[in-house]
């Protein structure tokens, strides 16, 4: 059997400028500092990735991204931070 799908055959085209200002990277990071040091460096958004534990003890990860950031020049506003947490079924 041969599978068709409609459109498959396209080249895919660029953005235009206006569209790409829209593309954000966030870097996530989970537990080493380095990481988190890291994305506030560069100035990106960060978004904790929360495995197993307590939230309450990424908190000084943050703070660590927050020091890099302040460090490199970038405002509290532009260091963005969120978090995922992954909970057991």
């Given amino acids: 059997m041969v599978w068709q ?6 080249k895919p085209t660029g953005l235009s400028e206006s569209r790409s200002e829209q593309i954000t990277s966030v870097v996530g990071c989970s537990g080493t500092p380095e990481s988190f040091v890291r994305a506030g460096t560069l100035g990106l958004p960060l978004m904790v990735a ?4 307590e939230t309450h003890r990424f908190r000084a990860l943050v703070d660590l ?3 890099a950031g302040a460090k ?7 260091l ?4 995922k947490n992954t909970l057991p079924l």
Avoid at 50 to 53: A, D, L, V
Avoid at 72 to 78: K, L, Q, R, V, Y
């Fill in 5 to 10: 799908i409609p459109g498959a055959d396209r």
């Fill in 50 to 53: 929360i495995i197993g534990g």
């Fill in 65 to 67: 991204y927050r020091e």
């Fill in 72 to 78: 490199a020049g970038f405002t509290p506003e532009h």
């Fill in 80 to 83: 963005k931070v969120g978090r």
